[in-house]
């Protein structure tokens, strides 16, 4: 079974050599611009192509404001900031996610929650975020949220948008809403993904994208807050840009910053692949739905956008039996330089996050056991 598998995606990418997860494409105007913002001198992070990356992603997300960042994990270290979150906060995220969820809580200083996951979308489960606030915490007289078990205020949310799969964002939304937690988008996956028309992101007070090499699209290194809060907005600004008051010649900062802002190099690749993203979605759409096809016959399950949402199927992943089929095949695939990862290791094994609470992780581990991502390139 394995090895028609595998001569499956050979056959999908054309390639008898090594076929990678993910590896970016640059079939449009990216050397163009690059060459413009070499020409113009201006490869920091003061430059046209900085305001005009934020302006089309304005645009492409709906989001009122964006603010361009070095990489994700900062954008989401600023969002977590601006949303409130202080040293000794809680923060309420996902057991199964990319480690810079976890680590981006930690740089405030607060500690993370782990909640389970849900089956259908991979992401935070809602039934299991209620579960836990009704049993675990109290509202005290100051409105806001604590932890019974540690007597700390649980500030902010983090749900994440896995592979690119939106999150049951709204349901997830209300209950933040009733207990009076901060929502923060982790949105890193999520470009050009979609919850019911409206772009991921965009439901939380602040949401983050990231434009890593391996990302849907990439800057080489890059991110973007994006939010409808002006004061946010401007804050983000500030913050990332060493809390530099603006002035002719006066160097005045009036906090401790952060130089986190995207130089503006990589922001004039960015421009350039956000006019291949249209194209990068269909394509990306036509390998998912092939792939269907294929593992439907198999009798493997292959993940499909959750109901009412629109995904980027950024990295196309199958559900196999069990850890034993699950090793046998990233075992098989990479001997075969055919590149497929499992899932990641769950927050709560990590050394630096063995100690932090988590509720009943049984669908996240379930997950953890059988969820392998497959080659998902756009295809040339
Ligand atoms: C990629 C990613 C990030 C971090 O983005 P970088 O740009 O690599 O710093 C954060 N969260 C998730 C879920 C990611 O996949």
Known sequence: MFENIIKFIRQLYGSNGTIPLHEPRFIGNEK????????????SYVGEFVTRFEDIIKEYTGAKYAIATAN????????????????????????????????AITYCGAKPIF?????????????????????????????????????????ACVPVHIFGHPV???????????????????????LGSFYKEKHTGIFGKIGILSF?????????????????????????????????????WEFFHDEVGYNYRMPNVNAAIGCAQMESLPKYLDNKRETAALYKVFFNELGISFLVEPEGCGSNYWLNAIILKDRV????????????????????????????????QHINLENAQWLEDRVVNIPSSVRV
């Open 325 to 356: 089929q699950r090793d046998e095949f990233l075992e098989y695939c990479n001997n075969n330089r055919v590149m497929s990862r499992p899932i990641w290791t769950l927050m709560n094994k990590l050394p630096m996050y063995q100690h932090c």
């Open 212 to 248: 890593n090499g391996n990302k849907l699209i990439t800057t080489g290194g890059g991110g973007m807050i994006i939010t409808d809060d002006e004061n946010i907005a401007r804050q983000a600004k500030h913050i990332t840009t060493t809390a530099k008051v603006s002035h002719k």
């Open 72 to 103: 994700g994990t900062l954008a989401l270290h600023a969002a977590l900031l601006l949303a409130g979150v202080k040293n000794n906060d809680e923060v309420l995220t996902q057991a199964l996610t990319f480690v810079a969820t976890a680590n």
């Open 168 to 190: 049951k964002i709204e349901h997830i939304k209300s209950i933040c809403g009733k207990y009076n937690i901060t929502l923060v988008e982790d949105a890193a996956e999520s």
């Open 32 to 43: 163009k611009y690059l060459n413009q913002c070499i020409d113009s001198t201006y490869v």
């Open 115 to 155: 909640i389970d996951s849900d089956r259908e979308t991979l992401g935070m489960s809602p039934v299991k975020l209620e579960e836990f606030l009704k049993n675990e915490t109290i509202i005290k007289d100051d409105g806001f949220c604590y932890n019974k078990q540690t007597g700390n205020k649980i500030s």
